[in-house]
């Protein structure tokens, strides 16, 4: 998982949507898209619990979970990402952390 400091970290990652279970996020044009690929080849490989869908050309990656014992594994995601707790809203308004 994205759970060491990410190459991908800080590369221009915003906060789309975010739920316990799903989170959406675009990069800027001049992200690292290579790396965020290999990334998720890795994590698709690992962590099957993940859907993982990937937009190239959009620059959006949504990924999810069915299950909620798999929140933290998702918020490491967010972590990694530099999407911390203070920016991630839930739908209902609340924060995650």
Same mark, same amino acid.
């Given at each position: 998982?994205? !759970?060491?400091? =990410?190459?991908? *970290?800080? /590369?221009?990652? *915003? @906060?789309?949507?975010?739920?316990?279970? %799903? !989170?959406?996020?675009?990069?800027?044009?001049?992200?690292? +898209?290579? !790396?965020? #690929?290999?990334? @998720?080849?890795?994590?698709?490989?690992?962590?099957?619990?993940?859907? !993982?869908?990937?937009?190239? *050309?959009?620059? %959006?990656?949504?990924? =999810?979970?069915?299950?909620? #014992?798999?929140?933290?594994? @998702?918020?490491?995601?967010?972590?990694?990402?530099? @999407?911390?707790?203070? +920016?991630?809203?839930?739908? /209902?308004?609340?924060?995650?952390?």
């Amino acid at each position: 998982m994205f !759970l060491c400091p =990410s190459p991908i *970290s800080g /590369s221009g990652a *915003s @906060l789309v949507e975010r739920t316990p279970r %799903r !989170l959406v996020v675009e990069f800027d044009q001049g992200a690292e +898209t290579a !790396l965020l #690929e290999e990334a @998720l080849a890795v994590e698709r490989e690992c962590c099957p619990f993940f859907v !993982l869908d990937w937009e190239a *050309s959009r620059g %959006r990656l949504t990924a =999810s979970i069915a299950h909620a #014992e798999h929140e933290p594994a @998702l918020n490491a995601i967010a972590y990694a990402l530099g @999407l911390g707790a203070g +920016t991630q809203r839930a739908a /209902s308004g609340g924060l995650w952390p």
